[in-house]
């Protein structure tokens, strides 16, 4: 059960990506949950969500980590007991967990054409148009929206609008990095992001400035 990919973006940040190959008796074995995970586990009925699950728990062990040091609030975000910060993402056979001393998000989505169907809802679509109806437009916007996505789940507050609440400074795809910033309650805050693309996926890590 190999590591698809390791990214060591610094001491302090690791990210680690799963791709699932594996049975689903596999990957359960040797893996222990908390009754709150045994729950949720057993009431999924989607073959590929167990499986992205169970994953998610090897991948903690790479880190050193188990299901038992997982904390999760009234929002469902988790939260590592020894203080370091964590943000996990599953999208079909991939699978990924970013762990940091700094808040952290980080967010896998497939390439799909229906990307630009939904685009309006959460980026201004006319700033594109350059890009044309191309595979570009669907990567760029991909990449638009995993790192929206990334940010959400490191901002860890329901009520943030991708549309007016989160920006992402333009950028050239082959850059592979950009920055955001967060508007809430009349604050605004800044972040880094990177991307990566692989098997037609997109992988976005979004880190605090702080």
Wanted: proline fraction near 2%; aromatic fraction near 12%.
């Amino acid at each position: 059960m190999p590591i698809y990919k390791r990214i060591t973006v610094d001491e302090d940040t690791t990210a680690l990506i799963w791709k699932i190959e594996e049975s689903l008796k596999s990957l359960e074995e040797g893996v222990e949950l908390t009754d709150y995970c045994r729950e949720r586990y057993d009431g999924m009925k989607s073959q590929i969500h167990k499986k992205g699950f169970m994953s998610i728990r090897h991948l903690l062990k790479e880190f050193g980590y188990s299901d038992f040091d997982l904390d999760y609030d009234t929002k469902g975000k988790p939260h590592l007991k020894d203080g370091y910060k964590i943000s996990i993402t599953h999208s079909f056979e991939f699978t990924a967990v970013i762990v940091s001393t700094k808040k952290v998000g980080i967010d896998i989505e497939k390439q799909r054409d229906k990307i630009k169907l939904i685009a309006p809802k959460f980026t201004p679509i006319e700033e594109y148009e350059a890009l044309g109806d191309t595979e570009d437009l669907v990567r760029k916007l991909t990449i638009v929206w995993g790192a929206k996505e990334s940010l959400y789940k490191l901002y860890g507050k329901k009520g943030l609008l991708f549309l007016h609440d989160i920006f992402v400074n333009d950028f050239e795809i082959s850059a592979k990095k950009t920055t955001a910033k967060v508007t809430s309650n009349n604050q605004i805050t800044f972040y880094n992001l990177n991307f990566l693309e692989f098997e037609n996926f997109t992988c976005v890590y979004a880190i605090a400035n702080d």
